[in-house]
């Protein structure tokens, strides 16, 4: 269960980083809302789950899918710049945070 509590945890900060674009400056009622209501419900998720995984392991997993999920959208919905590196290192990311999943010796 703290894998799963993680992997939301990390879903929402992909949606308040990206929620971040579009609250333009914080100028933006509705996104600003949306925005910090996910900040709010990535964090107690993490802390839920970091209960019973290591904090180092968690809060890394939490970081990458985060940035995975931002780099990914950011391509997608901004029209960001797709390079054969990018994509490589995206790819390395995403190693990464299933490898630590792998070696973490928690249940899933």
Sequence with gaps: MPWVLLIIAGLLEVCWAIGLKYTEGFTRPLPTVLT????????????????????????????GIG????????IVLFHEQVTPARLFFLALLLTSIIGLKLTSGSAP
């Design 36 to 63: 910090a209501l996910a900040i709010i419900g990535s964090m107690v998720l993490l802390s839920l789950a970091a209960r019973s995984l290591p904090i180092g392991t968690a809060y890394a997993v939490w970081v």
């Design 67 to 74: 940035a995975l999920g931002a780099a990914v959208l950011g």
